[in-house]
């Protein structure tokens, strides 16, 4: 064999190794798509009809992504995370859950009712569809809480103290550790019964009408 054969040899070996780990590298890309999209949809506690909805990507193209036959487009993956709250890079990693240890003076906190009342999140980011907060009164403060879209839900534990809740009329009051579930997409208040803080935590899901 001459040397521009043994050349042209190498050539095409070096081409098809080339290719082998292009194919390669995209395949385990594929594999970790399907499998971060589908974990972080179901630790989010949504169906693929509702991820669909809030990304605003045909559900087919999700279920494709998932079962790892997808090729999205970079602007397809931006989409999906902004729906989901993560970077795009999250969505081509292996997915591993994570703990995320935050501080009390770490948690975001925002005033209400001429500074009476304190809203502090309780997730380290947005989750669609879920808002999760503590409710902290001072003396006989009250807030009144804004009506959500048709169909939300709101779960409501006082934690510390006594606490009323109004809703539609009717006024529940609320010891430490009673629960109250209420729809969200009406005129609720809350008031703080007692001459000392009382504290209470909010969880929200959100109801997207579908199409």
Known sequence: MNKDSLLENDYLLTK???????????????????????YLRKVRGLTQEQLAKISGIPRTTLSHMESGEGNPSLKTLSK?????????????????????LIRKHELKKHQWSQGQVNKVELLPGPIPGLQFERLEFRNFAMLVGTPHSKGTREYFTCTKGRISVT????TYSLNTGDMLAFPGDCKHVYQN??????????IV??????E
């Open 167 to 170: 809703v539609g009329g009717d």
């Open 80 to 100: 999906l995370a902004s729906a989901l709250g993560v970077p795009y890079e999250e969505l081509l990693i292996t997915p591993k859950p994570s703990c995320l």
């Open 193 to 202: 019964l007692e001459g000392m803080e009382s504290e209470g935590i909010s």
């Open 16 to 38: 098809m190794t080339i290719n082998c780990h292009h194919a390669d590298r995209m395949s385990e890309i594929s594999k970790n798509l399907s499998a971060s999209l589908e």
């Open 205 to 210: 899901v959100l109801h997207y009408a579908s």
